[in-house]
């Protein structure tokens, strides 16, 4: 089973809202990864979680916030979006380590507009 | 600095015709290689993966790809096109020692009737 979940599957929040994205995969991988989408280009990777930790952050706003509770679970809370920030927001997971292949697994996908 | 190019960023194949995708890579250590199919307002689904080994690799829905050090290219092919086949793939890179993938632009398939 190569399955990632993720949660809400479309979310429209003001300007001034809180959100959270949630994602979660039951493979074991022990790395996992935030993208964001716009429309007709490839995915943009903006954190990357190895073993619980962060291990890339690609110079994402402070208004995203990822956390990692378990090595099962990632988050990614908003706060104070700006209307160029609608995407699609997309979940990835991969074994991890030194691992040959470390192919990464996506989920399908949050469609976030910001109003 | 690692790039995947992707020749054509659209391209039209009647029902039944070869389907050819083609992805170049530049890197100075062959990079394990993948393509990503993406269908509208879906996730990305892996089609297949080149690692080490035998360089014709076969994926899903009848596609494959060949990597060719000397070229440094990693095309995706399918015989016959299906009307199911009309979506946008992404050919993609990652370094051995690097969990960062770098993406191609992409090329969106149409499949014509």
């Known amino acids: 089973d190569t399955e990632v979940t993720q949660t809400p599957k479309h979310l429209v929040m003001g300007m001034t809202n809180k959100k959270s994205l949630k994602c979660e995969q039951h493979?074991?991988?022990?790395?996992m990864y935030w993208y964001k989408q716009k429309a007709k280009k490839p995915p943009e990777l903006m954190f990357v979680y190895s073993y619980e930790k962060l291990s890339i952050n690609e110079s994402v706003p402070s208004r995203f916030s990822p956390e990692c509770p378990n090595s099962s679970l990632l988050n990614l809370h908003l706060h104070a979006l700006q209307p160029e920030d609608s995407a699609l927001y997309l979940c990835?997971?991969?074994?991890?380590?030194?691992?040959?292949?470390?192919?990464?697994?996506f989920g399908p996908g949050t469609r976030l507009t910001v109003l | 600095a690692q790039s995947v190019t992707q020749l054509g960023s659209h391209v039209s194949v009647s029902e039944g015709a070869l389907v050819l995708l083609r992805c170049n890579y530049s890197?100075?250590?062959?990079?394990?290689l993948f393509w990503y199919v993406q269908y509208p307002n879906q996730g990305l689904q892996l089609l297949l993966k080149?690692?080490?080994?035998?360089?014709l690799v076969k994926g899903i829905n009848g596609f494959e790809a060949e990597f060719k050090k000397s070229e440094t290219s990693f095309h995706l092919t399918k015989p016959s096109a299906h009307m199911s086949d009309a979506a946008e793939y992404f050919c993609a890179a990652l370094k051995t020692s690097y969990d960062k993938v770098i993406f191609g632009p992409g090329t969106s398939l149409s499949v014509i009737p």
């Open positions: 890197s100075s250590v062959p990079p394990y």
């Open positions: 080149y690692t080490t080994g035998a360089t």
């Open positions: 990835a997971s991969s074994q991890g380590g030194v691992t040959a292949g470390r192919t990464q697994y």
């Open positions: 493979m074991g991988h022990r790395a």
